[in-house]
T-cell receptor, first 114, second 113 residues
Framework: KAGVTQTPRYLIKTRGQQVTLSCSPI?????VSWYQQTPGQGLQFLFE???????NKGNFPGRFSGRQFSNSRSEMNVSTLELGDSALYLC?????????????FGSGTQLSVL | DQQVKQNSPSLSVQEGRISILNCDYT??????FLWYKKYPAEGPTFLIS?????DKNEDGRFTVFLNKSAKHLSLHIVPSQPGDSAVYFC????????????FGTGTKLQVIP
């Protein structure tokens, strides 16, 4: 079974630009969540999608948005990029998205904002 | 407000000895706790979990202990192996939170051969 796939692996953008990251969950998984990892901050929850609906959202500004398609694939968009958005963005999937289910993570997209 | 705290950013242990990684939490609504391991350039992978109705869970060389009154959990690795060298994240979730998981800042474990 293929794991969680994130594309691209690396991105370099400049301030003010926007970026779209993509995530393909494990086949059969319906829940996709996104996390931001920065040095010293651990993983910060961005949002979770289940059956194309956003079920939960973390404390991030509205510049961060996402969506999920009918095949469970998900995209995350960051508009008007700021230097502080430089981070590793991780996507995770699980079957039913219960709070006591383990997450399966992709390798992440490393975003650098110059 | 950091609801899950890992106060030791790093830990070095000799191969064959016990590694003990600690984690504290403040949110009393958390009822499920997990540990993830992360190697460089890879995403975190699930290691072991524990429900709040238990105080101990074992899986091979890995044991997680939960002390609800102290809001503290720990991960024991016995014996430690060089391949265990990685960053370990403590994580917690609460009922109704779906996949909104709160992570600690991680502890980098180095197992010295």
């Amino acid at each position: 079974k293929a794991g969680v796939t994130q594309t691209p692996r690396y991105l370099i953008k400049t301030r003010g630009q926007q970026v779209t990251l993509s995530c393909s969950p494990i086949s059969g998984h319906r829940s996709v969540s996104w996390y931001q990892q920065t040095p010293g901050q651990g993983l910060q929850f961005l949002f979770e999608y289940f059956s194309e609906t956003q079920r939960n959202k973390g404390n991030f500004p509205g510049r961060f948005s996402g969506r999920q398609f009918s095949n469970s694939r998900s995209e995350m968009n960051v508009s008007t990029l700021e230097l502080g958005d430089s981070a590793l963005y991780l996507c995770a999937s699980s079957g039913a998205g219960r709070h006591d289910e383990k997450l399966f993570f992709g390798s992440g997209t490393q975003l650098s904002v110059l | 407000d950091q609801q899950v705290k890992q106060n030791s950013p790093s830990l070095s242990v000799q191969e064959g000895r016990i590694s003990i990684l600690n984690c504290d939490y403040t949110n009393s609504m958390f009822d499920y706790f997990l540990w993830y391991k992360k190697y460089p350039a890879e995403g975190p992978t699930f290691l072991i979990s524990i429900s709040s109705i238990k105080d101990k869970n074992e899986d091979g060389r890995f044991t997680v202990f939960l002390n609800k009154s102290a809001k503290h959990l720990s991960l024991h690795i016995v014996p430690s192996q060089p391949g265990d060298s990685a960053v370990y994240f403590c994580a917690a979730s609460e009922p109704g939170g779906y996949q909104k998981v709160t992570f600690g800042t991680g502890t980098k474990l180095q197992v010295i051969p």
